[in-house]
Structures are given as C-alpha cells and as structure tokens.
C-alpha cells in the first residue's frame, strides 16, 4: 500500500466532502482504540474543526486512558482539535432501571451492549446538530462489510466513512505512518461495550489478519470444502457473522407497491 498518497486521498476527500456539505468539521467517538485514533487524525489534518467526544459507560481505564492521551496528543500536533467528555454512564443506568426486568441477566447482555453504542451515537448527533459537524465513522473494511461486527444504528450510525475500504491490517500501517500513540497500536481490538477486557478475537472467535484471509478467499468464490483444519474453522466462522450480519451491510429493505394498486 503507498500508505503516504492513502493518507493524503482521504484528507483530500475528507475536506472537499465536508467543504461541500457546507459544515464547519467533524465530531467522533474516541474509544482509545486502533480505528478511532486513525480516522481522527485523519480528520484533523484536514485543518477544518474536530470535536472529540470521550463517552464512558462503565469504561475499563485503560480505554478512557488511551482515549484521553491520544486526544492531547491530537490537540498538541493540530489546530482546531477540542474535546468534550460525556458521561454516560448514569444516562445508562437509569435507561437500564428503566426497562421491565428479566429473569436471567445474561439474556439481555448483547442488547444492553448495544444500547451503549445507540447512547453514543445519540450524543454524537447531538453535538453535530448544534456545532454544524458531521460524524465521522470509525468502522474498518472487515467490520463493515466481512463480518458486520458493529452495532446498527450505533457506531454504524454516520455521516461518512473515511476508513471502510481499508483493511485492519492497513489501518495499522497507517497508524504508524501517522505517529499514533505506540500503546494505541498495541492495545488489542475491543468493542467497549461490554465493561471489561473482553477483545473482538475473543467474541469472534479469529483475528482480523485470520478474518481479511477468509474475506479474500470468500470474494474469490471459495467454499468450506477448499480449507481443512484451521482454515476451515476461521472460514465458517467469517461466513457465519458475514451471513447473520447482511442486514447491517444492504440497504434497508424497501415494500415496492406494485403500480397497479397505486
């Protein structure tokens, strides 16, 4: 990858699309993640204003950790770069007090997960109505459109994508040609969502060097009975979430009445 032109075509694109938008910048979620530092560094070298959202919900420290040093490391190299940190985790709780109990907390584990990526993107909104700024979506190539690893109307809720036709693995490379924060980079993958160390390998069951793999072998029509062992496994596993996930990746289904009940 000529990872120096990558960088300058996204800048490029990501100023002509907000110059024509007729916003004054960006707003996104920093998560003290890989995908985040990338896509924001991205957009503060358009030179145009970023707000940088910090939003715990029952957050390890390590994220809000990361998170915060990247932004002062962002505030440090760009100009126009702010940040505003959102407590969300009592709007959370009470949201949680709020609902009809369950029987057993586990069932509803996945959708209180959720619901903190939804109370995100709620909040980014927010700042972006009043502020005259678009959301920037983290969401990478693999997590986009392989395996759907996203929450739909979450952080799957933007107004533009600078890094979804980029591989995990060219993410980081970027990452390193940008001079992001070294315990960014070595920090494993998480969602966040779930309040405590939990990494995507863990709930994927592969890593994202596994999964672009199966990706490459999907595109190119390969079927589980081309792989054995391993290769199999990883294979299944991105067909399962690429299959269970389709809807978060196709437009939303529309009813066409037929012209001649109109």
Not at 66 to 95: C, G, K, Y
Not at 97 to 114: G, K
Not at 201 to 226: H, R, V
Request: aromatic content about 10%; some cysteine; proline content about 4%.
């Amino acid at each position: 990858m000529h990872t120096e032109k990558v960088v300058e075509h996204i800048v490029d694109w990501l100023k002509d699309y907000a110059t024509k938008a007729g916003v004054s910048g960006f707003v996104i979620g920093i998560s003290g993640g890989i995908d985040s530092a990338v896509t924001s560094t991205l957009c503060a070298k358009t030179g145009l204003q970023l707000l940088c959202l910090e939003m715990p919900i029952h957050q390890a420290p390590s994220q809000v950790s990361r998170a915060l040093n990247h932004i002062e490391w962002l505030q440090s190299n760009f100009d126009d770069v702010r940040m505003t940190q959102v407590n969300l985790t009592p709007v959370f709780d009470s949201l949680v007090a709020s609902l009809p109990a369950v029987e057993n907390e586990e069932d509803r584990f996945m959708s209180l997960a959720n619901t903190r990526a939804r109370l995100r993107m709620t909040s980014l909104y927010y700042f972006a109505a009043l502020e005259k700024l678009l959301v920037a979506g983290t969401g990478n190539k693999v997590e986009d459109f392989g395996v759907g690893f996203y929450t739909k109307y979450g952080d799957g809720g933007v107004d533009l994508s600078p890094i979804a036709d980029l591989l995990k693995t060219e993410v980081y490379e970027i990452a390193k040609f940008l001079g992001v924060n070294q315990e960014i980079i070595d920090a494993q993958p998480t969602d966040g969502l779930w309040g405590d160390d939990r990494t995507d390998e863990d709930q994927i069951g592969a890593s994202y060097p596994e999964l672009e793999w199966a990706m490459k072998m999907s595109d190119e029509g390969k079927t589980s009975k081309d792989f054995s062992g391993r290769e199999l496994e990883v294979f299944n596993i991105y067909k399962r979430f690429n299959t269970a996930n389709k809807h978060k990746m196709i437009p939303i289904p529309v009813c066409e009445i037929p012209t001649s009940y109109k």
